[in-house]
T-cell receptor
Framework: AQSVTQLGSHVSVSEGALVLLRCNYS??????LFWYVQYPNQGLQLLLK??????LVKGINGFEAEFKKSETSFHLTKPSAHMSDAAEYFC???????????FGSGTRLQVQP | DAGITQSPRYKITETGRQVTLMCHQT?????MFWYRQDLGHGLRLIYY???????DKGEVPDGYVVSRSKTENFPLTLESATRSQTSVYFC???????????FGEGSWLTVV
């Protein structure tokens, strides 16, 4: 069984500040980990993913995430927030050999001017 | 590059009616999925399909029916719509590696 916990349903940061969105997962087998972003009234866009190899993963729009097996975490960060980063962010996990994703409940990021 | 398309994008229907949401992908991906998105729940898997004529239940399958006669199409049918099925429905697809899942733009369904 797999599950994902996103800490904080709403996060607010100032423009230019560090963005940190937290994600913890549980999986009985080696996981694939994903972050998706959703803008209002749109579908989900892949930000980045970890499958194997380097544990620090860089994605689009300046985001990155680090897979920490010992902490079962895959937190999303961006050094400097931009107004256009305001959106909902979803962490998701799938297990090797299982194609379907299990999603967290999402974190809405608000960026203050 | 059409990718993955859903129709209709917006639908209002009455309780008890049958509704079919269509999903079409142009990549010949083997895997296709249906998720529903509800506030506070993220996305939950309804059904998925590994190939034509192979489907399986996800986390919340009750009240839904799927079929996959062709690789590119994966329709989702609500046989008798209920208000609790008011949601945003997302279709998705991936190749056999499962490394990346691509999502459609969603179908907003309201059951009154």
């Amino acid at each position: 069984a797999q599950s994902v916990t996103q800490l904080g349903s709403h996060v607010s940061v100032s423009e230019g500040a560090l963005v940190l969105l937290r994600c913890n997962y549980s999986s009985s087998v080696p996981p694939y980990l994903f972050w998706y972003v959703q803008y209002p009234n749109q579908g989900l866009q892949l930000l980045l993913k970890y499958t194997t190899g380097a544990t620090l993963v860089k994605g689009i729009n300046g985001f990155e995430a680090e897979f920490k097996k010992s902490e079962t975490s895959f937190h999303l960060t961006k050094p400097s927030a931009h107004m256009s980063d305001a959106a909902e962010y979803f962490c998701a996990v799938s297990a090797v050999g299982r194609r379907a994703l299990t999603f967290g409940s999402g974190t809405r990021l608000q960026v203050q001017p | 590059d059409a990718g993955i398309t859903q129709s209709p994008r917006y639908k209002i229907t009455e309780t008890g009616r049958q509704v079919t949401l269509m999903c079409h992908q142009t990549w010949s991906h083997s895997y296709m999925f249906w998720y529903r998105q509800d506030l506070g729940h993220g996305l939950r898997l309804i059904y998925y399909s590994a190939a034509a004529d192979i489907t399986d239940k996800g986390e919340v399958p009750d009240g839904y029916v799927v079929s996959r006669s062709k690789t590119e199409n994966f329709p989702l049918t609500l046989e008798s719509a209920t208000r609790s099925q008011t949601s945003v429905y997302f279709c998705a697809s991936s190749d056999s590696s499962g490394n990346t899942i691509y999502f459609g733009e969603g179908s907003w369904l309201t059951v009154v």
